[in-house]
C-alpha cells in the first residue's frame, strides 16, 4: 500500500490515542483526526475527508457504533479497537475489522489492509 491515507482516530485513552497516532504516521499515512469524545467523534465523522477510521469500541462509556453508522452512510471503512476481541462487540458489527489491544505495528498495517480490502 503506497498510497497516503486519511484516518480517522476514535480513542478515549490519551497514551493508546498517540501511540494510534504514531503508528498511522509510520505506516505513511495521515491523522485526519483524533477524537477522545463521541460528539466529537461524530461531527469529524461528518465533517473531514476520510479514506478509513480506526474506532474504539467503548469511549468512555459510549459505544462508538453511531460513529460507525456516519462513517458507513458515507462509504468510509472502519475497524474496532477493543480489549474484549470480537466478543465485545454487538452482532451487527463483528464482521468489520476488529484489532485487540494491546496492539502493534503489524496488527495495525494488517488491520488497514483488511478493511481496504474488495
Same mark, same amino acid.
Given at each position: 500500500m503506497t498510497d497516503t491515507l486519511r484516518v480517522l482516530i476514535v480513542e478515549d485513552e490519551m497514551t493508546i490515542a498517540l501511540l494510534l497516532? =504514531? %503508528? /498511522? =504516521?509510520?505506516l505513511g499515512h495521515q491523522v485526519a483526526g483524533l477524537a477522545m469524545r463521541l460528539p466529537?467523534? !461524530?461531527e469529524l465523522a461528518h465533517s473531514r475527508p &476520510?479514506? &478509513?477510521a480506526i474506532l474504539d469500541v467503548n469511549l468512555d462509556g459510549? %459505544?462508538?457504533y453511531p460513529v460507525a453508522e /456516519? &462513517?458507513?452512510e458515507r462509504g468510509v471503512p472502519y475497524v474496532f479497537a477493543t480489549g474484549y476481541g470480537s466478543a #465485545? !462487540?454487538?452482532a451487527q458489527y463483528r464482521d468489520r475489522v476488529i484489532i485487540k489491544k494491546p496492539y502493534a505495528l503489524d496488527d !495495525?498495517? #494488517?488491520a488497514i489492509?483488511?478493511?481496504l480490502a474488495p
Open positions: 497516532e =504514531e %503508528m /498511522v =504516521e509510520d466529537q467523534a !461524530i &476520510l479514506d &478509513l459510549h %459505544m462508538s /456516519v &462513517l458507513a #465485545g !462487540i454487538d !495495525i498495517k #494488517g489492509e483488511n478493511a
